[in-house]
Every structure is written in C-alpha cells, then in structure tokens.
C-alpha cells in the first residue's frame, strides 16, 4: 500500500518506528539532520521528537537541539525476554504437574489491572477449563491474581483496582476491595490463592507465586480442575506439588529463599 493512502494512525506508527530506529543507529542527532534522513519535514519531526520525549522514549541534551534514546526501549526489551526466559523454564515444571495431576496448568502474569495467560497446559480430561494463552481475567476472581495481589502493599492494590468494577461472576466472587483485601491477609500467610468457582461455576483453581532474583513476584502457576474431579482430601497434595513447582521455578530465575 503506498503511504500515501494509509490510515493517519499508520503513517504515524510508522514515522515513529523509524525515528526510533534512526535513533538507535546514532548515539544522538539533531532535528535537521533526522528530518532530512526520514525526508520529514522539520516541524513534524519536532513534534514527534517531543511526544516520545514526554513519553520517556527519547532525551533532549540540556537546551541544544539533539535527541537520543534514553533506556526505556532497552526496559520493555529486558521483561519481553524475561517472559520468554520464564516460559522455557515453567514448561518444564508445568508438564510435571500435568503427569501427576492431569488437570489443566497456567502461568500468569499482571498485565495492567488484569492478568494474562502466558502459558498453559491442558489435561487430556474432555470436561476441562476453556482458556488461551494471551487471554485476560480479573485479578479479583482468579487465583492468580489473588496470589501475585498479595504480595502489594495496600496503597498499590487500590489503585491497581480503583477503576476495576467487581462484577459477580457467580454467587462466590469477591463484590468489594475491602472484601478481597481481607482474604489477601490469608493469603500472605499461606502462600497460594484459591479461586473456588468465583471466576466459572464449577470451576476451581489454585495458584502459587513464582519470584525472580530480586524476590519479586512475577507471575504465579495454578492447577485448575472441575468441581466434580475433585475432593478436599486431594488440596494438600495440589497445593504442595504447586509450590515445589513455583520453587524450582524461581530457583532457576535465581530467588533460592521460597517462602515455604
């Protein structure tokens, strides 16, 4: 498609990719010689110059009229290869749980105010939970995000949920921050979250939290199952191949200090 029929928004991503990538070839570089280099006029090239400068993307020096790019590119690269790095490493441990446990494994992670699906495993049961790799579902139902909430402070979770409606799922979903913020407490005791048919009726789920070598966590792994393939007999053993899973797991991202 020639550029000159293309959607404004189109042409604009791609002016903005290749001063990026401009940017990236010289240490820094002046407006002149950057427009002449994307044969942009000099005024557009300003104007993008400073969006991505108010955006943390690009860095002015002092007054003169020179750009570079500052880390923030090199920030989003680093956790675009951490989550690759965890996936390599949870797949492993998530198709030993699959081999004990034959119910459906997910990793996940936060993403905004939800979380999201990075991985999974699914059991070879035909009654299991319908999921995809890259879906969302709301921190407040699910036990990922119930485990990986309780690891904020209090400030950061309400502001985390402050635009978060709690919708009720089923007669078990949390209907308030102050109601979730309560089970969190236990949570943080216990180290693994439960999602007792809040998110789907019929469905059940339990997470573990997976932290990296600052001792942060970062995602979590959770085994989920239908109501009628389980009993409370078998939550023990869940819960702790879970929690070796999340272990070995976090050892592996360099954290060797798992909390149980």
């Known amino acids: 498609m020639d550029k000159s029929t293309q959607p404004e928004a189109v042409s604009s991503v791609l002016k903005v990719f290749n001063i990026l990538q401009a940017l990236g070839e010289q240490k820094e570089i002046g407006v002149s010689e950057l427009s002449q280099r994307l044969m942009m006029s000099k005024a557009t090239t300003y104007r993008f110059l400073q969006t991505m400068k108010t955006l943390g993307f690009v860095e002015q020096e002092g007054e003169a009229d020179r750009y570079a790019l500052t880390l923030k590119l090199f920030e989003l690269g680093s956790k675009a290869l ?83 409606e709690f919708v009720k799922h089923t007669h078990n979903t949390i209907e308030s921050i102050e109601q979730l913020l309560d089970e969190l407490t236990v949570i943080r005791q216990q180290c693994f979250a439960e999602d007792n048919e809040e998110q789907e009726p019929g469905l059940r789920c339990i997470s573990t939290p997976i932290y990296d070598r600052f001792g942060e966590a970062i995602a979590a792994i959770s085994v989920s199952f239908p109501t009628i393939r389980f009993n409370e007999n078998k939550k023990h053993d869940y819960i702790k191949l879970l929690h070796q899973a999340a272990c070995n797991i976090s050892s592996k991202l360099g954290f060797h200090n798992y909390p149980v």
Do not use: C, Q, W
């Open 82 to 164: 951490e989550h690759v790095e965890l996936i390599d490493i949870a797949n492993i441990e998530m198709a030993k749980l699959i081999e004990f446990l034959n119910e459906t494994v997910h990793l996940g992670a936060i993403d905004e105010s939800s979380i999201i699906y990075l991985h999974k495993i699914d059991s070879s049961h035909h009654l299991r939970m319908h999921s995809r790799i890259g879906r969302r579902n709301p921190l407040y139902s699910t036990a990922i995000g119930k485990v990986l909430l309780s690891h904020m402070p209090e400030d950061k979770i309400r502001k985390l949920l402050e635009p978060v």
